[in-house]
């Protein structure tokens, strides 16, 4: 496939991306740190037929899990109906019902949703996690094969590689389709926030407006955004802020990163807010157990992909099970994200074992276990050796007019040789996903 010129090259690759500024930003413990987010050159490759179950899959998946957000902030017939128990919608974390009786516009709950997968080393695929609020890492390949073509444009050339540029337009596509009247806004919480990186790139990609908390005013239920020239109506806000953060008149009064106001333009229809507060619900790790069931009740399909095998905690018969299996297992925090919450009950010593399962024991609902997949490693260049490591794929689907399945996505890897955590908040490295045409 060409891959030696592309290694041939990464370090000028990486060297460009920390000219441009393609690192991630990590607040811990009272401080901030910016790193460069390590660009591995041999892509992960995708056949194009393996590529389209996963596109019919990924679309499924997302289709349902609109329908089961529009039903859960309005009729609740999948609660009536026994199918998911109440406890676990109205005790998620996500759950906000300050969103109850909101119908966002076209009806459209989750515009950019980021499905992590990975794939089995019996060559499954498994959907390990939904990531319905503000997915982030498109950014990150699109970049990369950016560089990547100016460095090596014959090795894609010559190749059957589907071109990755078109996200920024998608994306223009799903604000335009939502939008309520005026300019579109990408919504960022400002320099020091960790995807600061990616919030601009996508604005100029996408042909957007730029804008912090401070540049937007709500005033007679409408939105709008202060510029040189006056002010200007808002119509869609791709908005890279948390839901607590958004509106401190709703939700946390000490945001200073939100807007005034905001929810109560959006509740009156002016503004479509992308993606929709209130979505952590649906993609609630405890949630994710009933997505197959959610596939066969709103669409009465079959799921095409398949979940990593779980249990819950909160059922008796899966409590037991989790507890007397606790070394074959994975155990996750369902409030946690970006890799942490995540352990291993084999890498436990006693103690810490007895007190997960005590802590399991209290709090059933807050935790679900996974059998661990062996999923496949992917070759990575280690200095000058090739050596295999972890990987998942993010893969990115925009909800607009149509349902569409980005043909690239976010591969990230462990650098960790006995790692199976991949997230870039706990030291990974990302590389480009080829998806060939034929």
Same mark, same amino acid.
């Given at each position: 496939?060409?891959? =030696?010129?592309?290694?041939?090259?990464? *370090?000028?690759?990486?060297?460009?991306?920390?000219?441009?500024?393609?690192?991630?930003?990590?607040?811990?413990?009272?401080?901030?740190?910016? =790193?460069?987010?390590?660009?591995?050159?041999?892509?992960?490759?995708?056949?194009?037929?393996?590529?389209?179950?996963?596109?019919? +899959?990924?679309?499924?998946?997302?289709?349902?899990?609109?329908?089961?957000?529009?039903?859960?902030?309005?009729?609740?017939?999948?609660?009536?109906?026994?199918?998911?128990?109440?406890?676990?919608?109205?005790? %998620?974390?996500?759950?906000?019902?300050?969103?109850?009786?909101?119908?966002?516009?076209?009806?459209?709950?989750?515009?950019?949703?980021?499905? *992590?997968?990975?794939?089995?080393?019996?060559?499954?695929?498994?959907?390990?996690?939904?990531?319905?609020?503000?997915?982030?890492?498109?950014?990150?390949?699109?970049?990369?094969?950016?560089?990547?073509?100016?460095?090596?444009?014959?090795?894609?050339?010559?190749?059957?590689?589907?071109?990755?540029?078109?996200?920024?337009?998608?994306?223009?596509?799903?604000?335009?389709?939502?939008?309520? +009247?005026?300019?579109?806004?990408?919504?960022?919480?400002?320099?020091?926030?960790?995807?600061?990186?990616?919030?601009?790139?996508?604005? #100029?990609?996408?042909?957007?407006?730029?804008?912090?908390?401070?540049?937007?005013?709500?005033?007679?239920?409408?939105?709008?955004?202060?510029?040189?020239?006056?002010?200007?109506?808002?119509?869609?806000?791709?908005?890279?802020?948390?839901?607590?953060?958004?509106?401190?008149?709703?939700? =946390?009064?000490?945001?200073?990163?939100?807007?005034?106001?905001?929810?109560?333009?959006?509740?009156?229809? %002016?503004?479509?807010? $992308?993606?929709?507060?209130?979505?952590?619900?649906?993609?609630?790790?405890?949630?994710?157990?009933?997505?197959?069931?959610?596939?066969?009740?709103?669409?009465?399909?079959?799921?095409?992909?398949?979940?990593?095998? &779980?249990?819950?905690?909160?059922?008796?018969? *899966? $409590?037991?099970?989790?507890?007397?299996?606790?070394?074959?297992?994975?155990?996750?925090?369902?409030?946690?994200?970006?890799?942490?919450?995540?352990?291993?009950?084999?890498?436990?010593?006693?103690?810490?074992?007895?007190?997960?399962?005590?802590?399991?024991?209290?709090?059933?609902?807050?935790?679900? %276990?996974?059998?661990?997949?062996?999923?496949?490693?992917?070759?990575?260049? *280690?200095?000058?050796?090739?050596?295999?490591?972890?990987?998942?794929?993010?893969?990115?689907?925009?909800?607009?007019? #149509?349902?569409?399945?980005?043909?690239?996505?976010?591969? =990230?890897?462990?650098?960790?040789?006995? %790692?199976?955590?991949?997230?870039?908040?706990?030291?990974?490295?990302?590389?480009? &996903?080829?998806? $060939?045409?034929?």
């Amino acid at each position: 496939m060409g891959l =030696r010129e592309l290694q041939d090259h990464v *370090d000028v690759i990486n060297q460009q991306m920390a000219r441009y500024g393609v690192k991630f930003g990590i607040y811990k413990n009272g401080s901030y740190n910016e =790193r460069l987010f390590p660009f591995d050159p041999i892509p992960r490759i995708i056949e194009a037929d393996e590529f389209q179950t996963l596109e019919r +899959g990924l679309a499924q998946r997302v289709n349902a899990l609109n329908k089961f957000l529009a039903d859960i902030y309005a009729d609740k017939n999948i609660i009536h109906e026994g199918v998911v128990p109440e406890e676990f919608v109205y005790r %998620s974390p996500g759950y906000l019902a300050q969103c109850e009786g909101i119908r966002p516009p076209e009806g459209i709950y989750s515009h950019i949703s980021g499905i *992590d997968l990975v794939k089995g080393k019996n060559s499954v695929w498994y959907v390990l996690e939904d990531n319905l609020r503000i997915p982030s890492g498109a950014s990150y390949p699109l970049i990369a094969r950016s560089l990547c073509r100016q460095c090596c444009p014959q090795t894609f050339r010559e190749r059957a590689i589907r071109d990755n540029r078109g996200y920024g337009q998608a994306l223009k596509v799903v604000m335009d389709h939502v939008n309520c +009247g005026g300019i579109n806004v990408i919504l960022t919480p400002g320099r020091y926030n960790s995807a600061y990186f990616e919030h601009s790139y996508l604005a #100029e990609q996408s042909e957007a407006v730029l804008a912090e908390s401070m540049d937007l005013y709500v005033e007679n239920n409408c939105v709008f955004y202060r510029s040189n020239h006056g002010p200007m109506k808002v119509g869609a806000i791709y908005r890279h802020l948390s839901d607590d953060f958004l509106d401190p008149l709703c939700f =946390r009064p000490d945001s200073l990163i939100g807007v005034p106001n905001l929810m109560a333009a959006y509740r009156a229809g %002016s503004v479509a807010i $992308l993606n929709t507060p209130g979505n952590g619900v649906a993609d609630d790790k405890g949630i994710y157990y009933f997505v197959p069931k959610m596939i066969r009740y709103y669409l009465d399909e079959e799921p095409i992909l398949q979940n990593a095998p &779980t249990y819950l905690p909160y059922s008796k018969d *899966d $409590l037991d099970y989790t507890l007397e299996h606790l070394d074959d297992l994975v155990i996750k925090d369902v409030a946690e994200a970006g890799g942490y919450g995540v352990v291993f009950g084999s890498s436990l010593p006693k103690e810490k074992k007895e007190a997960l399962k005590d802590k399991i024991i209290e709090e059933p609902r807050r935790f679900i %276990s996974q059998q661990v997949i062996d999923f496949e490693d992917l070759p990575i260049m *280690d200095n000058e050796r090739v050596v295999g490591r972890k990987a998942d794929l993010r893969a990115f689907v925009l909800s607009g007019e #149509e349902t569409y399945v980005w043909p690239c996505g976010l591969t =990230r890897f462990s650098r960790n040789p006995s %790692s199976f955590i991949v997230n870039s908040s706990q030291g990974g490295g990302f590389k480009d &996903t080829w998806v $060939l045409s034929h």
